[in-house]
């Protein structure tokens, strides 16, 4: 059994993760719709959200080099990682030139993407998640199953429980109790802070400046207490000018969290003298697979993704297992095609493109209209296939080219309804004596009476 | 009377599982007085093996249901999912020379039989009769690749002694998915309960819809998990056998043949 | 620009994000409303940024509070700095800019002492008698010079990541409270 497989089999039988995922998932979609419903400039704002994208990803090279000019002409540095271990390296190497070896870190996807956790971890430098979600998510050892919301397959009582053992602070299930301890354990942490890592949603070319979304506060004194700061994102969150960002960040709040704007919006820049601002500020650019995809013609469309969730809240398949059985970073259906197109190979990920039955949910909340059952499709398609399989394909083929054929294979279905797949057979009663065609042939000549009409195709 | 020629086309899953629906569709349009034409040596559209990702095998179903469909006036079929195939999804097929000519055409000319009604030949009264309590599923392609939801809705309202219910009901898939349904059957079992439950709730005597893939997995998810407490387990029905009950030929659960009469 | 209608429909969207709005009459000086407030809810300690009325507050308040930190008088070491407005029962600020149809404050870079004042009290008092007033983000970025620094805060801090259910105050202030002054901005 694939290790996916056998995630979802657990998960399938975890009814406190369902109802978690469940009622999660119901409340964000209800908070998006919130939003949405009633806005009449909604289509149009998607329409000019994904022109923004779009031109983002077709001049990324040359946008690179603008931030490039702009953030180190202001003192700040940039770096571009070819991969995972050279952006660790990267970012282990600026912290360790520092000597610091405490730091806090915002939740960001990409660090989660290359295990910068991990590897500050053996380069004996602590770094502290301070998202509420991604401390719950890192206290209990796990990854986030969620790309916005981290704990989200947690209830209240677990998170409770794991408080309790982990803190050692007497059970509570109440979320402000438990929000007010983690910003309690979480003071001393950002007080003593040598650096602060966090992502990045947009980097601006034009002006230099580094565009964040959060609603905690913990980006916020991550970039106001160390005096060391690093944003870690990908290389196609370039952006040409300031101006690109309105589109963006509305349908961001809107998609991701239902709101009319997020409860911090930073635009940041390395402090010119006298301003107030981190003494030191470095981007570190991660490939890691990106330009590959921004030159696959099919595959390059994901690229567009600006990390909303809404995809994941609306998907079905999402909502019955939740992220961690993909077993991947990036779960759900932007997962399934993103995490087969980063990293050294492409298609890391072979299996999750099955995961979807195509219902098209995905595509319609998605704020710039990325068009995921498409490029499932497509995934599908370029994936090699086991030789089982393709003898079984062919053998449709065959069965489908001739309506002769088609007639045996249903006969046969018909007969040993409980073994052939379940699209043959459906669990129904077969409709009678043999299908749909024979009846009509069988029945030429009361097609040719006058009360009924039906022709078949010889008669004309 | 009205005078469009139609071609019926018969996906694979109704031709061999759900001859029912076929027969309704062709009394449904005969009642119209529809010029009606069905070529038998018709198969599947392809979708199956395009979303298992086999694209040559799909590209040769395609081609064979171009050359077969691609001189009728219109082409109509009872199931969402594959009028979507065709319409939308061969465009990933890399169709070459006649054959892309012929679907670029073909595409414009093909329906699902609800939107055909409703949306081309102006019909939203049928002169139905279905005394139930009767609840729609909307199934997935026909919803968000064809916006197909007022259609069936509107010609359920005129349908004579039909109460419809679960009319506000959020659209979620089923969990059928095709292939996904072969290769994960206790994940889609469990979309199909939840799907299933929340169908349930206002205790509709049918649950129909225009797909019946869709309604044959509610289906089995409904005897899978029994009814919920104090309701009934819905029987599933194509929207197309609603709409070919009439007072004279009313519905009868064990009737499959055209009219009723064989 | 029609300034007084934008302002009135940034109270009604900060109110809408859980903020507090506070606004004065003509003859009313900010300094003894803000020092109102802190008697009214026992705010023991406060710190202050580097803006231009942080004078008359100072004078205003130092008989009965206890001004942790006034980065309008001195600079602070950035871990002494952290220190003391993490102690502070609130912070004071100004704003450069408010939005209007999001209720949004937008700080800028150039104070001193902006960030940590705003960011790490329970309670932030801003004070927007001298800000800009634009209507949306657009207008906000369309108009704001591009060399500096800004935060855009919209409301208390606050998370979901329990169960989806809304906490106020996750790492930031828990309340942001608006002073405006109609009129007499920048005097006091
Ligand atoms: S694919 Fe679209 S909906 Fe999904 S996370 Fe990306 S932007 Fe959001």
């Known amino acids: 059994m694939s290790t996916v497989k056998y995630k979802i089999k657990s998960a399938l039988h975890d009814q406190q993760l369902y109802a978690a995922i469940q009622n999660a998932s119901n409340l964000s979609t209800a908070k998006r719709d919130d939003q949405i419903l009633g806005l009449d400039d909604y289509e149009s704002s998607r329409d000019a959200a994904r022109e923004v994208r779009q031109r983002s990803v077709d001049y990324s090279p040359r946008l690179i080099e603008k931030f490039t000019r702009e953030f180190t002409a202001l003192g700040g540095k940039v770096y571009i990682a070819a991969n995972a271990s050279e952006a660790n390296r990267i970012t282990i190497n600026i912290l360790k030139s520092h000597g610091a070896e405490k730091g806090v870190k915002s939740k960001s996807m990409v660090t989660e993407e290359i295990f910068l956790g991990r590897a500050l971890e053996s380069a004996g430098i602590d770094a502290v998640e301070t998202d509420l979600g991604e401390y719950i998510v890192q206290l209990a050892g796990e990854k986030p199953s969620h790309i916005t919301a981290p704990a989200m397959h947690k209830s209240r009582q677990s998170i409770g429980r794991l408080f309790a053992e982990k803190l050692g602070i007497k059970y509570t299930d109440d979320p402000a109790e438990l929000t007010e301890v983690a910003r309690g354990m979480l003071r001393e942490r950002f007080l003593n802070a040598e650096f602060g890592i966090s992502g990045a949603n947009f980097l601006i070319a034009e002006t230099g400046h580094i565009a964040i979304v959060e609603n905690e506060g913990n980006v916020r004194l991550g970039l106001s207490i160390p005096p060391v700061y690093i944003a870690v994102t990908g290389i196609e969150k370039l952006l040409e000018k300031l101006a690109d960002l309105s589109p963006l960040v509305k349908m961001l709040a809107k998609s991701a969290t239902g709101q009319k704007f997020s409860g911090y919006f930073h635009l940041l820049k390395p402090s010119r003298e006298g301003e107030d601002g981190p003494e030191e500020m470095h981007v570190i650019l991660i490939d890691n697979g990106r330009s590959r995809a921004m030159a696959d013609p099919e595959m390059r469309e994901m690229m567009l993704c600006i990390r909303c969730g809404a995809c994941l809240n609306e998907c079905p398949v999402y909502k019955t297992i939740g992220g961690h059985a993909y077993d991947s970073t990036y779960p759900g259906p932007m997962g399934s095609v993103l995490s087969n197109l980063l990293g050294r190979n492409k298609m890391l990920h072979q299996e999750l493109p099955d995961l979807s039955t195509l219902c098209g949910a995905c595509k319609d909340v998605c704020p710039v209209r990325i068009d995921l059952p498409k490029l499932l499709l497509e995934l599908r398609a370029r994936r090699e296939k086991p030789l089982s399989h393709n003898m079984l394909a062919s053998g449709w083929k065959w069965t489908m080219e001739s309506s002769s054929r088609v007639e045996v294979a249903g006969k046969f279905a018909r007969m040993v309804e409980k073994v052939v797949p379940k699209v043959m057979s459906g669990g129904v009663k077969p409709g009678g004596p043999g299908s749909f065609r024979t009846q009509v042939e069988k029945r030429k000549s009361q097609v040719e009476s006058p009360k009924s009409k039906i022709r078949t195709d010889d008669e004309q | 009377m009205l005078k469009t020629k139609v071609a019926l086309f018969v996906p694979c899953l109704v031709d061999q599982a759900a001859v029912q629906t076929a027969w309704a569709t062709v009394q449904i349009l005969e009642r119209l007085g529809i010029h009606l034409t069905y070529d038998s040596r018709q198969t599947c559209c392809g979708q199956a093996m395009f979303n298992a990702g086999y694209l040559n095998n799909a590209r040769g179903s395609a081609e064979k249901f171009i050359r077969l469909f691609h001189d009728a006036e219109y082409i109509i079929a009872p199931s969402g999912s594959c009028v979507s195939m065709v319409k939308h999804r061969y465009a990933d097929l890399d169709l070459s020379g006649s054959f892309l000519r012929d679907w670029e055409s073909l595409r414009l000319r093909i329906f699902e039989l609800t939107e055909f009604l409703v949306d081309n030949l102006g019909v939203d009264d049928i002169g139905s009769k279905f005394p139930f309590k009767v609840g729609i599923h909307n199934s997935c392609h026909a919803l968000r690749e064809l916006g197909i939801k007022a259609q069936p809705l509107k010609l359920l309202q005129n349908v004579e002694g039909l109460t419809l219910v679960n009319e506000d009901l959020v659209d979620e898939c089923c969990g059928f998915g095709g292939v996904f349904s072969a290769k994960y059957p206790e994940l889609s079992a469990k979309m199909g309960k939840h799907r299933s439950q929340q169908l349930e709730i206002d205790s509709p005597e049918f649950i129909t819809g225009v797909d019946d893939s869709c309604l044959m997995h509610l289906k089995q998810a409904f005897k899978t998990n029994g009814a919920l407490p104090g309701k009934t387990i819905p029987q599933t029905i194509h929207i197309a056998r609603i709409l070919a009950s009439t007072s004279s030929s009313p519905f009868d659960s064990e009737s499959y043949s055209y009219g009723g009469e064989v | ?188």
């Open chain 3, 1 to 188: 620009m029609n300034n007084s209608k934008n302002v009135l429909l940034f109270q009604k969207q900060l109110l809408a994000v859980n903020g507090e709005f506070i606004s004065l009459d003509e003859n009313q000086k900010v300094s003894s409303l803000v020092k109102e407030f802190i008697t009214s809810n026992s705010i023991k300690s406060i710190v202050l940024s580097d803006f231009s009325q942080h004078q008359d507050l100072v004078e205003a308040l130092e008989e009965d509070t206890e001004i942790l930190a006034d980065f309008g008088s001195r600079s602070y070491p950035l871990d002494e700095a952290g220190n003391l407005c993490a102690k502070a029962d609130a912070g004071i600020t100004d704003v450069y800019a408010i939005i209007a149809d999001t209720g949004t404050l937008v700080i800028s870079s150039r104070n001193r002492g902006d960030r940590l004042c705003s960011s790490l009290p329970p309670i932030h008092l801003a004070l927007i008698g001298n800000s800009k007033v634009y209507l949306n983000f657009e207008e906000f970025i369309e108009n704001t010079p591009k060399e500096h620094t800004y935060a855009l805060i919209t409301g208390p801090s606050r998370t979901a990541d329990i169960e989806k259910k809304l906490i106020l105050g996750a790492h930031g202030p828990k309340r942001v409270v608006v002073f405006y002054s109609e009129g007499n901005a920048g005097c006091t």
